[in-house]
C-alpha cells in the first residue's frame, strides 16, 4: 500500500522519514512518497485516493483548503476549520479529510507530563496552525485561550473557534503573557535562523520561570525563542513534537496501526541531524 504527502513544495519534507520508519518498525508493507502538487492539483491528488492508487494523503501548504473542498465527507475538526490535513480512502471512491495537527499539538504537550486542563494558553499568531490548535484547546476543559496577531482581525476570527478563546490586541501583550502558564508561537519566526542570533516573536523578558514556552518551528530544533526561555528558566516544547504526533494520528487513520511516537521522533531528529551536518 502506498499513501503520499502532496504539497508545494514537499521535498523536504520529514513525513515521509517519520511514517517509513513506523511502516517498517510495524512489519507494514506500506510506503510513504512525495508528491509535487501545486495549488490547483488538489482534486486530482484527491481522486487517486478514489481510485485505490494511494490509500491516503498528508497534506501540506498550499492545499489544505482545497482539499477539506474537495473530499466527500470531514471529520468534525476539519468541517470546523474548513482544512485538512489527512486524506483517508473510506470505501471505492470516496475520500475522508481529517485535521491532526491540533490534537498532534495537544498530544505533544502530554507527552512531556504538561496539563491544558484549566491551563491558560496565549498564542502567538493567527494563521493556520494557530487556528488548529485553537480548535483543539476548546475540546479541553477549563483552557482558557488569548490570541494575538499583528493583524487583529485574523486573532478574532480564530478565537470565534473556541468559546473559551480571545484575541487581544498587541498593546494588551505584556498583560496576556503574565497572566498564561502556556506561551505558544505559531509563527514562522526562528525559522532557519541561528540560535542564538536569530529573531524571536515577543520580548523574552516578558517569560518567567512559571512559564511553559512552545514554539512550532523545528529548524532548528531549539529557536532563539525556546533558548531565551529556557535561560530564564522556563520549560521548553520545541516544535517536532507537534510534527511527530500529528503523523502518528495520520499513521492510525491510514492504517489503523499505533506508531511508536519516540521512534517516529527518532527517525526525524536523525534526518534533521543529515540535513544539517
Known amino acids: ?74 471529520d468534525v475538526a476539519s468541517t470546523r ?3 485538512v490535513n489527512t486524506v483517508v480512502g473510506i470505501s471505492p471512491g470516496q475520500a475522508r479529510g481529517l485535521s491532526t495537527d491540533g490534537a498532534g499539538f495537544v498530544n505533544s504537550l502530554a507527552a512531556q507530563g504538561i496539563a491544558l486542563s484549566g491551563a491558560r494558553v496565549h498564542l502567538l499568531g493567527a494563521g493556520g496552525a494557530a487556528r488548529s490548535i485553537v480548535a483543539a484547546l476548546g475540546a479541553i476543559d477549563g483552557c482558557e485561550v488569548t490570541i494575538s496577531n499583528r493583524t487583529h482581525s485574523a486573532a478574532e476570527a480564530a478565537a470565534e473557534l473556541s468559546s473559551g478563546a480571545q484575541a ?34 515577543l520580548p523574552v523578558e516578558l517569560i518567567a520561570s512559571h512559564h511553559v514556552v512552545a514554539d512550532i518551528v523545528y529548524h532548528p ?15 521548553t516544547v520545541d516544535g517536532l513534537g507537534m510534527l511527530v504526533h500529528q503523523a502518528v494520528l ?13 521512534e517516529m521522533r527518532s527517525a ?5 541531524g543529515q540535513r544539517s551536518g
Request: proline fraction near 7%.
Open 1 to 74: 500500500m502506498r499513501v503520499a504527502i502532496i504539497g508545494d513544495p514537499v521535498e523536504h519534507s520529514l513525513s515521509p522519514v517519520m511514517q517509513n520508519a513506523a511502516f517498517e518498525s510495524a512489519g507494514l508493507k506500506w510506503e510513504m512518497i512525495p508528491v509535487r502538487v501545486p495549488a490547483g492539483g488538489g482534486v486530482n491528488a484527491i481522486d487517486r485516493v478514489r481510485a485505490g492508487e494511494f490509500a491516503g494523503l498528508a497534506v501540506t501548504m498550499p492545499l489544505k483548503e482545497e482539499a477539506a473542498r474537495s473530499v466527500d465527507d470531514l
Open 81 to 83: 476549520l474548513r482544512s
Open 168 to 201: 487581544v490586541v498587541v498593546d494588551d501583550l505584556p498583560d496576556a503573557v503574565a497572566s498564561a502558564d502556556i506561551i505558544v508561537n505559531t509563527t514562522s519566526v526562528g525559522m532557519g535562523s541561528d540560535i542564538d542570533a536569530g529573531p524571536v516573536p
Open 221 to 235: 530544533l531549539t529557536t532563539a525563542l525556546l533558548s531565551s526561555a529556557a535561560f530564564r528558566g522556563a520549560q
Open 250 to 262: 495520520q499513521c492510525e487513520a491510514w492504517t489503523g496501526f499505533s506508531p511508536d511516537p519516540v
Open 268 to 272: 526525524a531528529e536523525a534526518e534533521l
